[in-house]
């Protein structure tokens, strides 16, 4: 089983930036693709962003692309997610993912196999 966890969320105001990181457990040698997903209250998770599992190839929802980057750190099992010019509609609680068996460049959900718990992103007027 693959564990999953987020951390770097919180309160920022609208233009600030914030970098939330994901830490992956996986047995040796092996290594995932990575996606991040968002939930705001009242709305069904949307897909935000993916990196294949050597960084190569990167994926972002059109309503992210120009001020957030997704990144890699595999020596550490990491995976980033830099959000800049932070907007109030960006406000939800983001999930990490990792994708096992799932095709490649999958944006939706079915194609990650292990979640984390999330961690809640605020951004204020």
């Known amino acids: 089983q693959v564990q999953v966890v987020e951390s770097g969320g919180g309160l920022v105001q609208a233009g600030e930036s914030l970098r939330l990181a994901c830490t992956a457990s996986?047995?040796?040698?092996?290594?995932?693709?990575m996606g991040w997903f968002r939930q705001a209250p009242g709305k069904e998770r949307e897909f935000v962003a993916r990196i294949s599992w050597n960084g190569a190839n990167t994926y972002y929802a059109d309503s992210v692309k120009g001020r957030f980057t997704i990144s890699r750190e595999n020596t550490k099992n990491t995976v980033y997610l830099q959000m800049n010019s932070l907007k109030p509609e960006d406000t939800a609680v983001y999930y990490c993912?990792?994708?096992?068996?799932?095709?490649?460049?999958?944006?939706?959900?079915?194609?990650?196999?292990?979640w984390g718990q999330g961690t809640q992103v605020t951004v204020s007027s």
């Open positions: 996986a047995r040796t040698g092996t290594t995932y693709a």
């Open positions: 993912a990792a994708a096992q068996n799932g095709p490649a460049g999958s944006t939706l959900e079915a194609g990650f196999d292990y």
